[in-house]
């Protein structure tokens, strides 16, 4: 009698522990759920400070020694990025081509109003170092890899960085449903913090900043956010978040998951035939 009642008992509370279980995976539980999603997607983040000397030049349409415009900038900033894959003893970081380089979009114009990129009379040299910091505030030189101008996409390479490598969707996100990103916003990015961010996919469209396709997320962004990854509910990258409407920040823009499948893919065979050049300028970085 009483070893019938204590087996009732078991196979009631082990019903109730799967019916907690199950219920838990659609919520914001320990143990499953979008708390469970954020701390161990979050350490495939990355910190990136950027420190750039621009130099820009417009010479004479008649003599190509006149200089008639001359600017000479120092600036740094702040950005987004994410492990995407490790090859041998290189770390792939992907971020926005714009973040990489200041020749994408319209940045030069904010101090050379006349800058024209299609122009043989405009000259920029650019040096750029970027600083890549993990979610335990390890630092390491990156340098570039590979930019895609059209998705505004970057990939940087740096000495490994012992976190692990994100998984890319194969699968284009859904209408209505719910994404996560993981980002630095204004630079607010600490040693074991990083905020986290959430909003709806609402479609698929041209960018009117690239001319190429992209995601759009009603995920706040800001500056610091560009190069942030945006994952799924199975933590797979679904899209690189780049860019935001000037007058309306809650709608943002990111790239596919097919175009950083192919920069991906391009990444690794650039790597593969240029690995012992990438490895010795590497390693003489600190």
């Known amino acids: 009698m009483i070893k019938d009642a204590v087996a009732r008992l078991l196979v009631v509370l082990s019903v109730l522990f799967l019916f907690t279980a199950c219920s838990s995976c659609v919520t914001n539980s320990y143990f499953f759920g979008e708390g469970n999603l954020f701390r161990n997607k979050r350490r495939s983040f990355i910190k990136i400070n950027t420190y750039r000397r621009v130099s820009v030049v417009r010479t004479s349409t008649t003599n190509p020694k006149n200089v008639i415009e001359d600017y000479q900038v120092e600036m740094s900033s702040t950005a987004s990025g994410v492990v995407l894959k490790h090859y041998r003893d290189v770390t792939l970081v992907a971020t926005s081509a714009h973040v990489c380089s200041m020749k994408h979009g319209n940045q030069i114009r904010m101090f050379a109003p006349e800058y024209k990129q299609d122009s043989p009379y405009w000259h920029v040299l650019e040096r750029s170092m970027f600083s890549l910091s993990d979610l335990n505030g390890k630092k390491t030189t990156g340098i570039i890899l590979k930019i895609d101008y ?99 920040h809650h709608i943002c823009m990111a790239a596919t998951n097919d175009q950083l499948q192919v920069l991906l893919s391009n990444s690794i065979t650039k790597l593969r035939k240029q690995y012992d050049s990438y490895k010795v300028i590497l390693s003489l970085h600190i």
């Open 150 to 248: 059209m998705s505004d996409l970057c990939v940087l390479a740096s000495r490994k960085i012992n976190k692990p490598a994100v998984k890319i969707a194969l699968m284009d996100p859904l209408v209505g449903e719910k994404y996560f990103n993981v980002a630095a916003p204004r630079g607010i990015w600490g040693k074991r913090l990083v905020p986290l961010l959430e909003g709806r996919f609402v479609g698929k469209a041209k960018s009117p900043f690239t001319g190429g396709d992209t995601y759009m997320f009603t995920i706040p962004a800001t500056g610091g956010l560009s190069g942030s990854p945006i994952f799924n509910w199975y933590g797979e990258l679904v899209g690189l978040l780049h860019s935001a409407y000037g007058g309306f």
